[in-house]
T-cell receptor, first 113, second 118 residues
Framework: AQSVTQPDIHITVSEGASLELRCNYS??????LFWYVQSPGQGLQLLLK??????LVQGIKGFEAEFKRSQSSFNLRKPSVHWSDAAEYFC???????????FGAGTTVTVRA | GAVVSQHPSRVICKSGTSVKIECRSL??????MFWYRQFPKQSLMLMAT?????????EQGVEKDKFLINHASLTLSTLTVTSAHPEDSSFYIC??????????????FGDGTRLSIL
């Protein structure tokens, strides 16, 4: 069975500082990996996705993620955070044959001035 | 591109009322749509998978008679919460999977519906 672990429940970072969100997955085959961001009271927006090829993936809003098969990880990074990056971030893996995704528990990012 | 519209964004109604939530893919065709429920400060819980032209597949523990799903076209799925009670109050989110070949099509999410049952 597939599963996703986001070890950090809450991260506080200063504006302008770098950010890294951890994601570890368990999946029986080559995974498709996603990072989504959710602002309060909103749906989820796709930041980036990994299917194959280059293990460093560039996304929107200045985010990138690196797929490391040996570590079963897909960590999300941003070199310099902005106050607008305060949100909930979800890592997801999939799909199964019926296209379902498994989501991590999420990491809340707080940005301090 | 890949916009999913969910309506309404917020519903407040009395106990016993049935509430319908619509999920539309605006610029792509979605053979598969998903309905999630999200409790405060928690992740998304998949309720059901909605396939165009066929019956929805419900996750274990989700009452199919309580949460009716209809996927009548390639761009529209509806979730009806029947005889809603306060415990059904939650944030409901739909997603749609682009009608592409292969498993690498991401899910695109609506903005969610905040359902409050008084």
């Amino acid at each position: 069975a597939q599963s996703v672990t986001q070890p950090d429940i809450h991260i506080t970072v200063s504006e302008g500082a770098s950010l890294e969100l951890r994601c570890n997955y368990s999946y029986g085959a080559t995974p498709y990996l996603f990072w989504y961001v959710q602002s309060p009271g909103q749906g989820l927006q796709l930041l980036l996705k990994y299917f194959s090829g280059d293990t460093l993936v560039q996304g929107i809003k200045g985010f990138e993620a690196e797929f490391k098969r040996s570590q079963s990880s897909f960590n999300l990074r941003k070199p310099s955070v902005h106050w607008s990056d305060a949100a909930e971030y979800f890592c997801a893996v999939g799909p199964t044959n019926d296209y379902k995704l498994s989501f991590g528990a999420g990491t809340t990012v707080t940005v301090r001035a | 591109g890949a916009v999913v519209s969910q309506h309404p964004s917020r519903v407040i109604c009395k106990s016993g009322t049935s509430v319908k939530i619509e999920c539309r893919s605006l610029d792509f065709q979605a053979t598969t749509m998903f309905w999630y429920r999200q409790f405060p400060k928690q992740s998304l819980m998949l309720m059901a998978t909605s396939n165009e032209g066929s019956k929805a597949t419900y996750e274990q523990g989700v009452e199919k008679d309580k949460f009716l799903i209809n996927h009548a076209s390639l761009t529209l799925s509806t979730l009806t919460v029947t005889s809603a009670h306060p415990e059904d109050s939650s944030f409901y989110i739909c997603s749609a999977r682009d009608r592409g070949v292969g498993g690498n099509q991401p899910q695109h999410f609506g903005d969610g519906t905040r359902l409050s049952i008084l």
